[in-house]
């Protein structure tokens, strides 16, 4: 059974410790939630604390002489509200002098005064055991405020228990709404009853009275601010402009067949912005092209990937032999040419495959030492599988450069100079298949 006081490890005076387990023989949920109220009311109203704190004992924000305010920031201010026998703050409206106080206080931080509240919202009468239904149901048939228990200082070795509504200072409702209260020790039932209530939380709001000299005060800082953001503003457009005229601004001056602009000028200014506009229309467009160019690219360079993965290596070879490196068939360097892609494609199945293996080694290896040892196989393959397609692709490239200088013009063969030092011819083992782009 959960405790009927949501007390931690702060120690009451002595009749106020023994409260959570006089009220825990109540028994049941449905007693607890329907008698609480009362039952507490009681038992604590002799623990509570009257007194108010020194350091608000000359608060000016009282509005009679008989307020207590217990605690007070620019959020927020607590006004001391006991509660007794048969009474329950939390559902009755505060005093007028009471809004009166918050508001003074508000207002000299320049907010406006909040009570959060939960208008009643009654639940039709049902016989039931349910612990939820019941506390709702006793809860909610009237309007809640803001009214709570808390621990704040100490007098001696004790702690001081308060019961005061709480009052909020902000801008909007909302803000109000989220605003976190100071007290963060002890709730008492209040909070039971705040959790229970099926009401709407919301606030209720007293706006501060604003005099003619802070709304001229207030527009002359709106003014400024204004002024300010358009000056920021302009700057930024000079800057912005200054550096289009270090980019087209002799483009836009003119020559002598071309109207002559002077710097400054609403038509130069607008030139430069032309200008900075084409060149940006212009980099889309070319970015557009290339990024189309490389996707028709890719998807050839996938559709021939999967011809060749799906030919048998004789073809295969073959085929880059002649499309490729352009060695015609029959020829002696047609033959040395599918020699040499065969022998490669051996090379690189045995590499991956002592790969393979290495790795296999690296995940059975029961000691430290085998673990170093199969590592550095997998280390030692991997290296001959680079150098391996290294030499490969500097054996192709060099056969390709012969037969073009063998089959070519020298026209030619200058034409396509520098054309063969830009290309690179590249083989990877795909699906098992050696692929050469």
């Not at 410790?17 to 329907?34: C, D, E, H, R």
């Not at 060749?308 to 068939?329: D, I, S």
């Not at 037969?403 to 063969?413: E, H, I, T, V």
Request: with cysteine; hydrophobic share 35%.
């Amino acid at each position: 059974m959960k405790r009927g006081l949501n007390v931690k490890s702060e120690k009451f005076e002595r009749n106020c410790n023994s409260i959570p387990t006089s009220f825990a023989v109540l028994g049941s949920w449905y007693m607890k939630k329907l008698l609480g109220i009362i039952v507490l009311g009681l038992l604590l109203s002799g623990c509570v604390t009257t007194i108010e704190p020194t350091s608000q004992t000359n608060n000016p924000a009282k509005s009679a002489s008989t307020i207590k305010i217990i605690y007070s920031d620019t959020n927020e201010i607590y006004i001391m509200a006991k509660g007794g026998m048969m009474t329950t703050p939390i559902f009755k409206k505060p005093k007028p002098n009471y809004f009166k106080t918050a508001f003074n206080h508000c207002s000299s931080y320049k907010k406006n005064t909040y009570i959060l509240h939960k208008k009643a919202n009654p639940l039709p009468y049902k016989f039931t055991f349910d612990p939820d239904y019941a506390a709702a149901y006793s809860s909610s048939g009237k309007d809640l405020y803001d009214w709570r228990q808390f621990i704040h200082g100490r007098t001696g070795n004790k702690n001081n228990l308060y019961e005061a509504y709480r009052f909020v200072c902000a801008n909007t409702k909302n803000e109000a709404l989220n605003i976190r209260p100071f007290p963060e020790r002890y709730h008492g039932y209040s909070e039971e009853i705040r959790m229970s209530h099926r009401g709407t939380l919301t606030a209720i709001e007293q706006k501060r009275f604003v005099s003619s000299e802070e709304i001229a005060q207030n527009a002359q800082k709106a003014k400024e601010r204004k002024i300010k953001e358009a000056k920021i503003k302009e700057a930024k457009r000079k800057n912005f402009m200054a550096s289009l005229d270090k980019l087209y601004g002799k483009e836009c001056m003119g020559g002598a067949f071309k109207k002559k602009l002077e710097k400054g000028t609403v038509d130069f200014n607008n030139c430069l912005l032309d200008k900075d506009n084409d060149a940006k229309l212009k980099a889309k467009v070319e970015r557009e092209l290339l990024e189309k160019k490389n996707t028709e690219l890719e998807k050839k360079q996938t559709e021939l990937n999967k011809k060749l993965a799906a030919m048998p290596p004789t073809e295969r070879h073959a085929y880059n032999c002649t499309e490729v490196f352009n060695f015609k068939k029959g020829t002696e360097k047609f033959n040395d040419c599918v020699f040499k892609l065969y022998t490669a494609e051996l090379d690189l199945q045995k590499l991956e495959l002592e790969k393979k293996v290495a790795e296999a080694q690296i995940k059975a290896a029961a000691n430290s030492q085998a673990m170093a040892e199969a590592v550095a196989n997998a280390q030692i393959a991997s290296a001959k599988a680079s150098r391996r397609s290294s030499d490969l692709n500097n054996s192709i490239k060099m056969m390709k450069m012969g037969s073009d200088m063998l089959s070519g013009s020298s026209s030619k063969s200058s034409s396509n100079s520098s054309s063969n030092d830009r290309l690179r011819t590249t083989c990877r083992n795909v699906g098992g298949f050696l692929v050469c782009n």
